[in-house]
Nanobody
Framework: QVQLVESGGGLVQAGGSLRLSCTAS????????MGWFRQGPEKAREFVAA????????FYAEAVKGRFTISRDNAENSVTLQMDSLQAEDTAVYYC???????????????????WGRGTQVTVSS
């Protein structure tokens, strides 16, 4: 079993930056695809970014492409999400998630991820 813990959320002004971290414990996530999702007030959970187990491919939602960067450090058993040029619309609880690699299912679907952290709040003031 793997446990995921997010950190790095907070309050930032529009145009600012935050760096979210997700640290895994219990076992290595070296062999897992990792993703970030978010859920705003009264909204469904939505895909933000993901990275393949081998770290070779990354995926982004159109709304964050060019502003957010996902990366992983297998030695540290962690994944990070660098968020720049933040906008009020980015306000949400951000969740880290892990899944077994599966090229037959979309990496953008939260239902494909079996392990979740409890989330970290990101608030962007305009």
């Amino acid at each position: 079993q793997v446990q995921l813990v997010e950190s790095g959320g907070g309050l930032v002004q529009a145009g600012g930056s935050l760096r979210l971290s997700c640290t895994a414990s219990g076992r290595t996530v070296r062999g897992n695809d990792m993703g970030w999702f978010r859920q705003g007030p009264e909204k469904a959970r939505e895909f933000v970014a993901a990275i393949r187990a081998n770290g070779g491919h990354t995926f982004y939602a159109e709304a964050v492409k060019g502003r957010f960067t996902i990366s992983r450090d297998n030695a540290e058993n962690s994944v990070t999400l660098q968020m720049d040029s933040l906008q009020a619309e980015d306000t949400a609880v951000y969740y880290c998630a892990a899944r077994r690699p599966n090229i037959l299912s979309t990496i953008r679907d939260p239902a494909q991820f079996g392990y979740w952290g409890r989330g970290t709040q990101v608030t962007v003031s305009s």
